[in-house]
């Protein structure tokens, strides 16, 4: 009986053997879980301190917040706030060539290329596109233009909710062909050209091509979505419209510049051309003339025939009041000549 004691002892202490055995594996198992998600935590510590070093990373906000006295909450939401928006400041700046994947100081050039179909002679299509300080008139985009002198102005415009401003300078005008300028502006430049096509005595052709160069991250933004180019779309729409459609008679300006430079005024213009209608109406009137002179000179050879016929009329009457003259004659020498043989017969 002690015997059988004895064996059932030795099964129960086996069996608590096992039981500490698992208990063992089991908590080192879980220890090292432990050590490893340790492990995992200091690398993304290493990980975020690193960051802060280099850019400053999001932790150093936080952190900066809660000495502010802001709660661990609201400095967390604002720190990770600022730094999504500065990614996506980042990769926009990079998409537009500001950022460092990019050349530094590069710009993205916007080319426009637009024409229309005016009914209007072409004279009159460049007369109204020289009328620059009429433009708000009839736009929706420019808000004013002043003219400096015959070379420079300044103009005022909205594009999309905000207000633009530049100085404009017409590098070459040359009346009823071309104008080139180029502006300079806080928010970008532009180098542009219009050019005028006759395409029938009242059908005028307009071209316009303009460079965009876009200055500043909200610029370029805007530069995206090709704002800039849809509002010069409307506008010169809106020209279309108002040059097809008005009664008034353009006062343009009709000097010539070349370089950036007036060669020849508004006034020597207009003395120029009047002096040649002038000398197209001489020339119509010699014409004229001419024709008059032709005139006058048939008339005399007619009067000069009419003459020599009268002349020869009265020389053939004279002919034949001679002929009968010697056929008198004749007879009178025939009467005479049988009268002296009639004579000498009787003798």
């Keep these: ?95 537009l060539g500001g950022g460092s994947g990019g050349k530094a100081g590069s710009t993205k050039v916007t080319n426009i290329i637009e024409f229309i179909d005016v009914g209007v002679p072409l004279r009159t299509a460049y007369d109204h596109w020289t009328q620059f300080e009429k433009f708000s008139s009839f736009t929706k985009g420019v808000r004013s233009v002043s003219q400096s002198d015959d070379v420079t102005s300044d103009w005022k415009a909205k594009v999309g909710p905000s207000s633009r401003s530049w100085k404009a300078t017409v590098q070459e005008q040359i009346p009823d062909e071309r104008i080139m300028w180029t502006s300079e502006g806080a928010k970008g430049t532009t180098r542009g050209a219009v050019s005028f096509h006759e395409l029938a005595p009242g059908l005028t052709r307009i071209v316009l091509v303009v460079e965009y160069y876009a200055s500043g991250f909200f610029e370029k933004t805007a530069n995206i979505w090709r704002a800039q180019g849809r509002r010069l779309r409307l506008d010169f729409k809106h020209f279309q419209r108002y040059v097809t459609l008005t009664d008034e008679e353009p006062e343009g300006w009709r000097g010539e510049i070349r370089d950036g430079e007036v060669v020849r005024t508004h006034e020597e213009a207009i003395e120029a051309e009047e002096e040649e209608a002038d000398e197209e109406e001489g020339e119509e009137e010699d014409e004229e003339g001419g024709e008059d002179g032709e005139g006058g000179d048939r008339e005399e050879y007619a009067d000069e025939d009419e003459e020599y016929d009268a002349d020869y009329e009265d020389d053939e009457q004279e002919s034949g009041a001679d002929e009968d003259r010697y056929e008198d004659e004749e007879e009178e020498e025939d009467e005479d000549e049988g009268e002296d043989r009639d004579e000498d017969e009787g003798k």
Excluded: C, H
């Design 1 to 95: 009986m002690a015997k059988t004691e004895r064996e059932n002892g030795g099964a129960g202490d086996s069996g608590i053997d096992r039981l500490r055995d698992e208990f063992g594996n089991y908590v080192n198992a879980w220890v090292g879980n432990l050590a490893e998600k340790a492990g995992d935590k200091l690398v993304d510590v290493t990980d975020q301190l690193t960051d802060i070093a280099e850019n400053g990373g999001s932790l150093a906000q936080i952190g900066s917040g809660i000495l502010q006295g802001d709660s661990p909450i609201k400095a967390a939401i604002t720190g990770k706030a600022k730094e999504v928006k500065d990614n996506v400041l980042g990769k926009a700046k990079e998409a």
